[in-house]
């Protein structure tokens, strides 16, 4: 789960890490009045889960109060890479004389979490790593002792050669890997991480992601999420304990298994074509589950057929087919369905799926070709 | 023959009496699992089925039974803690099912079972099935039969699929394995590979990859440098849009690393067939045997 930069911010400042002061707002007027408070130059910057704001004009300086609220008013409700803006940080302006890059990442290869820090900061990391990967330094770090103080320094020596500002960023490097392991993160960095021309060092702006596996143990940070940044379906399939990912295409999929479920996209552009979801209905065998599908699935005006690919194993087939018959009673289907059951209690859902007027295949590639014809509006192969 | 599992494992199962635990052990035990006991804190003295004793610790279950090895079917955030507990009592192969355990959990308990000279499966795995004599985990044991093709996947629904179109096209299997979608995971493609490698019951292996990281690319590295045996591969998500996470917490491509087209070039440049579709692996097993 991504969460805001002002979140971010928090939860570092909440460890130590100098950061300038800033306050949210969703109106201008309350940008203005805040620009007021902190005095001097602000930056006004749109609070998305998106990168290149700054490039789509989502972050802007204002010499004055009243500048910062005309340039609220335009940043406020402008879309950035397709996500509304309802929110903006303002925070008080520094003065920049070097970046730097640092984060911490959680790499499957070394099974740690890496710090990666870069004298080279500001601009997009990984085009950093790529042409020049000279310039960054990666440490995984062993969480059963955590970082040590002459890892910490190990890195802050890579990025600055002042004994002042290595401790500084030694510090704030500390600092940072207790908010990542605080906050069970699969990502934390700083970027830029700056020093003034009077030498002080800063974080100016944060990005920290969440390890969804974790939010059981972490109310706090479960309940920043922000639904207003994730397509309404994709929220209602989350509270449906669904994993739903909303695509361009036109055959609306139910697969169980994540595997499986992409798969069956790739099987639909194979036969020519292009799946309108990916949905994962979980390894349990709740009829529930399958009516909440049917209808966030339904809703969606592009789709022209319904694919169902269950391969039961936990799963029983005969609970999907229980969970058709239930959804479609209570809402007749419109469009086409096209069934493909296997696996546990295969013999009963087949049964309770004809008793209903259904029809269903066992074989996969079947059951796909069939539904991309009739999403292409000619008859069933 | 076979890699991991055979008809002389012993088993413990961890959460027992738990509504998956005990699900999943009657499965086990109809399919002729050697499941010798069971571990609950608390419910020590009792008797699973009226067959299988059940412990407190697993330390106790270890020195009662004997077993070589666990199962773990525990709550998400108490998985770790299982994991630990098994490795610590001298199990020596650990497969954990349980899904949804946190990251950063994992990075602890990855190199304390090294240090103990344990393996583990998983998690976030469906277990691993050796056709015919023992398995281990949630794989539906029908659709199943054995023979000489290694199977090894990260997904569970999927290796489902491949499996039973192999069995239905008359292809037995020597052993069934899923590693689990999870980023860190105890058991990757290139341990199942080297022990496949060396099993003489098996003949060729069908390998499913997915989007995300570069496991498959090192075993396609390992494939062409260390295999003799053949090889076919398959990755999903193939259709998948970039910086999205498909369900399994490792299936999500950050920039341009990841992807499936990326994988898929490197099961060619390591001389792999590639399987387009599921039912693919049929015949390009069949013409490498």
Redesign the interface.
């Known amino acids: 789960m991504n969460i805001h930069e002002y979140q971010a911010k928090e939860l570092l400042r909440a460890e130590g890490v100098p950061i300038p002061p800033g306050e949210v707002a969703t109106t201008p007027e309350q940008v203005e009045a805040i620009a007021k408070k902190i005095g001097g130059m602000v930056v006004v910057k749109a609070q998305v889960h998106t990168g290149g704001r700054g490039k789509a004009g989502g972050v802007k300086l204002a010499k004055t109060p009243a500048e910062a609220k005309e340039i609220a008013s335009k940043i406020l409700g402008m879309k950035i890479n397709g996500l509304t803006v309802y929110t903006v940080l303002v925070t008080a302006a520094a003065d920049i004389a070097s970046e730097a890059y640092v984060g911490i990442i959680?790499d499957?290869?070394t099974?740690?979490?890496v710090f990666m820090v870069s004298p080279a900061g500001g601009i997009d990391i990984?085009e950093v790593a790529a042409k020049t990967p000279e310039k960054i330094l990666k440490l995984p770090i062993?969480?059963?002792y955590g970082l040590q103080p002459y890892q910490a320094s190990e890195l802050g020596f890579f990025l600055f050669d002042d004994v002042k500002k290595v401790r500084a960023a030694a510090k704030i490097m500390g600092q940072l890997y207790q908010a990542f392991?605080k906050n069970?993160a699969?990502l934390a960095e700083i970027n830029p991480l700056v020093v003034t021309p009077a030498g002080e060092v800063l974080a100016l702006d944060a990005k920290i992601s969440v390890?969804?596996?974790?939010l059981?143990?972490h109310a706090d940070l479960a309940a920043l999420r922000d639904e207003t940044a994730e397509a309404h379906s994709e929220v209602e399939a989350r509270n449906a304990n669904l994993?739903f990912?909303k695509?361009e295409g036109n055959v609306g999929c139910v697969?169980?298994?994540?595997?499986?479920?992409?798969?069956t996209?790739?099987?639909?552009?194979?036969y020519g074509g292009e799946?309108a979801n990916?949905l994962?209905i979980g390894?349990s065998s709740n009829p529930e589950k399958v009516v909440n599908a049917l209808r966030i699935i339904t809703e969606d005006p592009s789709v022209k057929v319904i694919l169902f690919n269950i391969?039961?194993?936990?799963t029983r087939t005969d609970d999907v087919a229980n969970g058709i018959v239930t959804a479609t009673k209570a809402n007749p289907l419109k469009i086409p369905i096209v069934i493909r059951l296997?696996?546990?209690n295969e013999e009963i859902a087949m049964k309770i799926l004809q008793e209903n007027g259904f029809s269903a295949s066992s074989d996969?590639?079947e059951a796909v070709e069939k539904a991309v014809a009739l999403a292409k509006g000619g008859k069933a192969a | 023959m076979s890699i991991f599992i055979d008809r002389n494992t012993t088993l413990i199962v961890q959460g027992i009496t738990g509504r998956d635990g005990s699900f999943h052990t009657k499965q086990m035990m109809e399919y002729g699992t050697r499941v010798v006991g069971g571990v609950t804190p608390g419910k020590g003295g009792q008797k699973f089925e009226n067959e299988v004793p059940v412990f407190n610790t697993v330390y106790q279950a270890v020195e009662q039974t004997g077993a070589n090895t666990s199962v773990i079917y525990v709550p998400p955030m108490y998985a770790a803690d299982a994991i630990m507990e098994a490795a610590d009592a001298g199990i020596k192969f650990i497969v954990a099912i349980t899904e949804g355990v946190p990251v950063l959990d994992m990075t602890r308990v990855y190199p304390f079972v090294k240090e103990k000279g344990a393996r583990l499966l998983g998690p976030n795995c469906p277990g691993l099935i050796t056709p015919g004599e023992s398995k281990v985990g949630i794989i539906p044991g029908r659709i199943c039969t054995p023979g000489n093709i290694g199977v090894v996947s990260r997904s569970g629904t999927l290796t489902y699929e491949v499996v039973y179109q192999l069995t239905r096209a008359g292809m037995g299997q020597s052993t069934c394995v899923g590693i689990g979608g999870d980023p860190i995971n105890g058991t990757n493609f290139i341990d199942c590979l080297a022990a496949f490698e060396a099993d003489p019951n098996t003949k060729a292996i069908a390998m499913m990859g997915e989007i995300g990281g570069t496991d498959e690319q090192d075993a396609a590295t390992f494939i062409k440098e260390h295999m003799t045996k053949p090889v076919v591969g398959f990755i999903a998500g193939q259709t998948a849009p970039p910086g999205r996470r498909m369900g399994h917490a490792g299936a999500i491509i950050s920039g341009s690393s990841g992807t499936a087209a990326e994988k898929i070039e490197a099961f060619k440049a390591a001389g792999m067939g590639v399987a387009k579709r599921p039912i693919d692996f049929v015949e390009l097993l069949r013409a490498r045997m």
């Open positions: 959680l499957r290869a099974k740690k979490p990984e062993d969480t059963r392991m069970d699969s390890d969804d596996n974790a059981d143990r994993t990912i695509l697969v169980n298994g994540a595997g499986l479920a992409m798969a996209m790739d099987l639909v552009k194979y799946p990916f994962d390894g391969f039961g194993g936990i296997t696996g546990t996969m590639d």
